[in-house]
């Protein structure tokens, strides 16, 4: 206890230099506006700023990039509230009662808590994380290549699972993501793989290009082939404090929602969206009237908008304690830290410790920060709604062109992430999730990495796999949660969480 | 993730209707990595061959293609409705075109000059811009400027990027 307020306090010391602060500020507000600009998200922003962070320390060029993330949540709800366009993946559900408070003139009233919530679930998931820093690290020490492996395959099953839609497409995603991280040349011999004699794939598929790719180009051909319609609330936003009793009332889902973010989010691929939708479906199932879900219910806001902010702030335990990535964000953490010469992994907290604390400080004050900047800057936000899409996707194409040059000065990684946003597109055009692609390329080099080291020690046998008594339960784990997914009751209950909202 | 209404309409023939499509596409892009990993071997004396992943994960994507067709053997799937590329084109094309032109590209004799952030920009968010049904030039134009002029500012010289901005003009 003493020692994790001794680390928090090295955190602050740390996350409170001017410099780190004013990078917070920045990330937040990146964020904020990323989160509020349709069409343009977390991914493809973190992808286009990571050769800016070479220049910054370590410890300042992480701060921004969660301020990043975390600010996008936060302003992805801004924009299903007041235009019913969810600007973020884990908005969806704040759209349906939040937008409707906003009909009914209540728009304040559900910026406000989604503010207020997002911050108790910042500040009670900052906790979480610091608590679980040491001891998932010391777990993390014990895992030889073999318990990783099975760790990782455990963590692929269960995206599966949380996954929405076909379980077949998504395992299919997975696979293909493990495929494509095997392009290029072999890490241990050298030798070319599933080039086709291109000299372009080389030297392999950096991640960045993929996510900007499917994330950045393959958003605007899907937004361009489907507009969306916006409808700004012309209604007055009204008083954006909570009154006490409100706020009383909505305490308890947003604690509910914060509990629920923060375990979700710890899971790979869909943990952190799926919080917001589990939230919605405790939430309409406790409440005493359940048929005004949708109506503008304010408990159907305060309860998803904290689950999306802790349940986006809890997935940076397994990065930070275990050098997991579990989902593309993290991913793109992961390269962040590679660039600056730090290998994401256990033993991060114990060589740079100023580093893991001051982020997790950090975020504490960014959610601060968050509450106090953006509750009185609605309005340019609401302004910046009204910037036409005409003249938004043109500016993500040139962002993201930069963005793309500037991670090798080589022009021909524009061109790949051209053709990747093509394929994406294709793949949304039949139904397959992308997120799961993300996460198994992610995860592939690691996996097959892994995969070799272990059989190398055991001299070839398979069986090391399930002789270690806590990678063979990783593994039966994950056995029994595919089990469990593909029989029709779940299949059935799993339909039921997303069919709520 | 659902796309328009359209999206439900029925397929013109069963082969083209979104579930039998996403079994023909795995299909094919696990035939094409078994093929191109065919000659990687499986295991070497110094234990796991660098084909071992690529070509397993390969027959398993066949194998899932073989599952989904055989899954929607009865019920191929909606329409995937229009795919506007020619939407698609002129980002596509934007895009490129910058690649080709930020420091120049040399194409079997035919040289495009190196252009530079100041002029690639600007050309990109305009062809890139033409996309939209709804897209008016003159306004494209100013905007393309305003913007291009605030990247070479924030990315250039704000961030200390080496990006070229006009070389043809101040040298780098």
Redesign the interface.
Known sequence: MWDMIANLGLGLSVALTLKNVALCFVGCLIGTLVGVLPGVGPVATIAILLPVTLSLDPTGALIMLAGIYYGAQYGGSTTAILVNIPGEATAVVTALDGHAMAKNGQAGLALGLAAIGSFIAGTIATVVIAALGVPMTRMGLLFGPAEYFSLMVMGLVLAVVLSRGSILKAVAMIVVGILLSCIGADMETGRERLTLGLHMLHDGIEFVVLAMGIFGFGEIFKNLADPEARDVVKAKIGRLWPTMRELRENLAPMLRGTALGSILGVLPGNGAILGPFASYAVEKRLSKTPEKFGTGMPAAVAGPESANNAGAQTSFIPLLTLGLPPNAVMALMVGAMMIQGIVPGPQVIERNPELFWGLVASMWIGNLMLVIINLPLIGLWVKLLQVPYRLLFPAIVAFCCIGLFSISNDPAQIVMAVIFGLIGYALWKLDFELAPLALGFVLGRLLEEKLRQALIISDGNPLTFVTSPLSASLLVVAVVALAIAVSPKAQKSREDVFKDA | ????EERHAMPRSPWLG??R??GL??LG?GVL?LA??AR?PF??S???G??L??RS??V??IG??L??LW?ARANP?PS?????LG??IP??A???L???T??G?DIGGFEVPELG?AL??PL???V??M??K???LG??LI??VV??AC?IGI?RYA?????PVAPWLIGY
Do not use: N
């Open positions: 993730m659902t796309g328009g979104r579930e499509l996403a596409v795995l892009f990595t191109a990993g990687l295991f070497t110094g234990g796991v660098s084909g992943m690529p994960l390969s398993i994507v899932l293609g599952l989904q899954l799937g995937t409705g229009a795919w506007s939407r698609a980002v596509a934007g895009a490129i910058f690649a080709l930020i420091r590209f952030l690639a920009a990109t968010i305009i890139a811009g996309a939209d709804d897209a008016r306004e494209l905007f393309a913007l291009s990247c990315f961030l200390g990027l080496s990006i």
